[in-house]
């Protein structure tokens, strides 16, 4: 686990985007919300949307922790690299179980479009219990 945890943080900066085309959404942190600006969110994570279809794909090789499901069927599946996790939230399906084994770049599942047509979802990275900026990790585009 120890030099799992080495090899994913030699790789900071560098680590491939979790969809294969798309944008940042919405940022890591604290920010002014898009309507009522007086207002601010916290956001654990990125929010990245894609086009209707696109697939989650892990970020680098790993276990597949655990996978949960919302009481609105939304699934998210969590992946360990040693001590950081990565957490792929707002799946309509998913093509691996938990035990799996993933390597970089593999599909994860389908992310879920809303009825408004709107494919996005949330990305987590968290070191131990703490989440960090993905965005910090992710090569640029």
Excluded at 16 to 39: C, K, M, N
Excluded at 89 to 107: A, W
Excluded at 110 to 122: A, D, L, Q, R, Y
Aim: charged share 25%.
């Amino acid at each position: 686990a120890k030099i799992l945890a080495n090899n994913f943080k030699s790789n900071k900066g560098k680590l491939p985007w979790p969809v294969e085309e798309g944008f940042v959404s919405r940022r890591y942190g604290t920010q002014a919300h898009p309507v009522p600006r007086s207002l601010t969110i916290d956001s654990n994570g990125l929010r990245m949307q894609s086009p209707s279809g696109a697939k989650a794909r892990a970020i680098f090789e790993a276990e597949v922790m655990r996978i949960t499901k919302s009481k609105y069927g939304i699934l998210a599946v969590h992946i360990r690299h040693g001590n950081y996790t990565s957490i792929y939230d707002n799946l309509k399906q998913v093509s691996v179980e938990k035990g799996n084994r993933v390597n970089t770049k593999d599909i994860i599942g389908e992310i879920f479009t809303s009825n408004s047509g709107e494919t996005e979802f949330k990305f987590v990275l968290m070191q131990d219990t703490e989440t960090i900026d993905p965005a910090q990790w992710i090569a640029r585009k």
